[in-house]
């Protein structure tokens, strides 16, 4: 397999990538490329890479360590640990609860990302500048992802302790499992072979991490093999050296996803969820600024799968080695991505025209020469980190769902339309529900 990611890396223009799975019980690392294209530092299996939001299932794991103490339940409401929560919506205030954060389904603008510095108070800052965040859909009619919702999670997480986030995620995880390569803090993984992201065509990324405040929703850096070892302690009861004495009770669907074509069918507690040739896949991807991270796990085989990239197209390459390795391993068929129609002209999708805005993102649908097109453009702190809006035309798939090729990527990426119970229009790509505002 060795030879195979360096392989895909090529092909996939990913300055380098790591691999760790588990198989029958069996444990296998690899590795490909250059960590950081500046210095041509080797890529090696110990590395560690940022895995993004793959950090949230750790975060629901947190909670639900409490929940099975009896500390709060999935059903408790934020306002009832943090007295002095807010969100622009009194409503929500007063209502959002542990399950909706954890699904995705609060509704709460997601994309606040927000340097609240460096100090031990940045995730407690961070909850504070949320008493002016806005609603994205109503409480818990749909799914949008939602990084705010977990990082307000953590700050539950810090009350319940006492400790900070990082502090906790160390005792009740990392050092249970005993994972020597697993940190948040840039002065931790510093002590480590530590990847770049890349970005521009494979220039070293302008800065090397998110903002401490980001921590719950996304700022682990591990490598592979340890995110394996964490997934698999999903696959056991706490009795087995597990976490949770009901793993099970994190992959109970909560909400389907109106978009199943981006990660999948369903949002558990933290978990992905979806299925693969009638076999159970939990699974959960991560992006930061140039890196990107993917772990799938099949309870009923036991078969894990953590890949790490830092670069290039780095979500088809890790599209590309699941379905290599799962068909190879457990003889299963990674649904591919929906293609476009070959005659469009009985789509009419002028209805769909219209700009669609969410805190960190404008998009606007229109049409050209009868075609439709997507312009996609990051607004906010996102702005800083794309160069130019994105444009693609929209290939219909049916007359609701498009697909689209975005950043020059070899993959479709999906784009459905929809309405909520209330007849609002919306759109829903990358995990996200964004509004029609015009």
């Given amino acids: 397999m060795g030879q195979r990611l360096a392989e895909l890396i090529d092909r996939y223009e990913v300055p380098g990538a790591a691999l760790a799975y588990l198989h029958e019980g069996e444990p296998h690392e690899f590795a490909a490329g250059t960590l950081n294209t500046a210095t041509g530092v080797e890529a090696t299996p110990d590395a560690l890479y940022q895995i993004g939001s793959v950090t949230k299932v750790w975060t629901a794991t947190l909670l639900m360590r409490l929940i099975e103490r009896g500390r709060l339940t999935l059903d408790t409401t934020v306002a009832e640990v ?13 209502t959002v609860t542990i399950r909706h954060l954890l699904s995705h389904t609060s509704g709460i603008n997601g994309d606040l990302f927000l340097d609240t510095g460096r100090g031990d108070d ?19 009619v749909t799914q949008s992802y939602c990084n705010s919702g977990f990082v307000i999670a953590g700050r539950v997480v810090e009350r319940l302790t006492g400790e900070r986030w990082d502090d906790a995620l160390r005792k009740e995880i990392v050092e249970p499992l005993g994972l020597t390569h697993t940190w948040t803090l840039p002065e931790d993984v510093l002590r480590f072979r530590a990847a770049m992201g890349h970005v521009d065509g494979g220039a070293p990324a302008p ?3 998110l903002m401490r405040s980001a921590g719950p929703a996304g700022l682990i850096c591990a490598r592979p093999a340890d995110v394996v070892a964490f997934a698999r302690a999903h696959l056991r009861t706490t009795g087995e050296g597990g976490l949770l004495d009901d793993p099970q009770a994190m992959w109970e669907p909560q909400i389907d996803i109106p978009n199943p074509h ?44 953590c890949v790490t990239a830092n670069g290039g197209h780095s979500g088809a390459f890790t599209r590309a080695v699941a379905t290599e390795l799962f068909a190879e ?51 906010g702190a996102l702005a800083a980190l794309q160069q130019e809006p994105e444009e693609c035309e929209l290939r219909p798939v049916d007359d609701v769902t498009f697909v689209c090729r975005m950043n020059g990527s070899p993959d479709w990426a999906s784009v459905v339309f929809y309405e909520l119970p209330d007849g609002s229009p919306y759109v829903h790509m990358g995990a996200r529900a964004t509004p029609r505002t015009g």
């Fill in 262 to 305: 981006t990660v999948g069918k369903q949002w558990g507690i933290g978990w992905i969820l979806d299925e693969w040739d009638g076999q159970r896949v939990i699974s959960h991807g991560g992006n930061t600024i140039g890196q990107h991270a993917m772990l799938w796990a099949v309870p009923g085989t036991g078969t894990i799968v």
């Fill in 82 to 94: 943090l007295p002095e929560f807010r969100v622009a919506d009194a409503e929500v205030t007063k």
């Fill in 329 to 379: 391993l457990d003889g299963l068929t990674v649904p591919p991505q929906p293609e476009p129609l070959d005659q469009a002209a009985d789509v009419d999708a002028s209805r769909h025209t219209g700009v669609y805005e969410r805190v960190g993102a404008r998009i606007t649908v229109s049409q050209r020469d009868g075609r439709p097109w997507l312009r996609y453009e990051a607004t």
């Fill in 122 to 140: 940045c995730v407690e800052r961070y909850v504070e500048a949320c008493a002016e965040l806005t609603q994205n859909h109503p409480l818990g």
């Fill in 207 to 209: 800065m090397w991490g």
